[in-house]
């Protein structure tokens, strides 16, 4: 079974100042790992994806994430962040050859404030 | 190119009414999903379509019904709603390509309220 935990209904942050949404994943092989973010009263919206290679994965809107397999995290990062960038925000995983099967974390809002 | 879009964007329907949510999308893409999206629990997947003409059940498949009217189009009906199934509804899409890799593309969701 393949499980995400995003461990934080809510992040904080000052505009301007970096940001970490963090995500942890539960598989028993290779993981494809996503990022979706979603503006109220709106689907969600992919901003970046590993699939394999380079750990640092580079999206949309200024977002990376970073690929740990040791700890088993998929952190998404921001060097300065935007009050724009207030949203609710989704890890997600699938496993390789694992059918259309992405499972989905619980979410973590976003709140930059000016 | 308007993506995925469904309908309608909200309903409210009375314990054992029935419904039909309609999603269409002009991607071309082989891959059609229903999600239902509730407080704190990410988002379920429903039911989906690999390709035209096959269907299989998603985490959360009971209480619904799919068809895949064809390649654009992928409904979800609910033929005795019940008060746990007021939830969002997103529909989504993807590309074809390596088995994992696929983005999926949501639509704007559909909110029912089942009294």
């Known amino acids: 079974a393949q499980s995400v935990a995003q461990p934080e209904d809510q992040v904080n942050v000052a505009e301007g100042n970096p940001l970490t949404v963090k995500c942890t994943y539960s598989v028993s092989g290779n993981p494809y790992l996503f990022w979706y973010v979603q503006y109220p009263n709106r689907g969600l919206q992919f901003l970046l994806k590993y699939i394999t290679g380079d750990n640092l994965v580079k999206g949309s809107y200024g977002f990376e994430a970073e690929f740990n397999k040791s700890q088993t995290s998929f952190h998404l990062k921001k060097p300065s962040a935007l009050v724009s960038d207030s949203a609710l925000y989704f890890c997600?995983?699938?496993?390789?050859?694992?059918?259309?099967?992405?499972?989905f974390g619980g979410g973590t809002r976003l709140m930059v404030k000016p | 190119n308007a993506g995925v879009t469904q309908t309608p964007k909200f309903q409210v329907l009375k314990t054992g009414q029935s419904m039909t949510l309609q999603c269409a999308q002009d991607m071309n893409h082989n891959s059609m999903y229903w999600y239902r999206q509730d407080p704190g629990m990410g988002l379920r997947l429903i039911y989906y379509s690999a390709s035209e003409g096959t269907t299989d059940k998603g985490e959360v498949p009971n209480g619904y019904n799919v068809s895949r009217l064809n390649k654009r189009e992928f409904s979800l009906r609910l033929e005795s709603a019940a008060p746990s199934q007021t939830s969002v509804y997103f529909c989504?899409?993807?590309?074809?390509?390596?088995?994992?890799?696929?983005?999926?593309?949501f639509g704007p969701g559909t909110r029912l309220l089942v009294l």
């Open positions: 997600a995983v699938r496993l390789y050859n694992a059918g259309n099967m992405l499972t």
């Open positions: 989504a899409s993807s590309e074809f390509g390596p088995r994992g890799q696929e983005t999926q593309y």
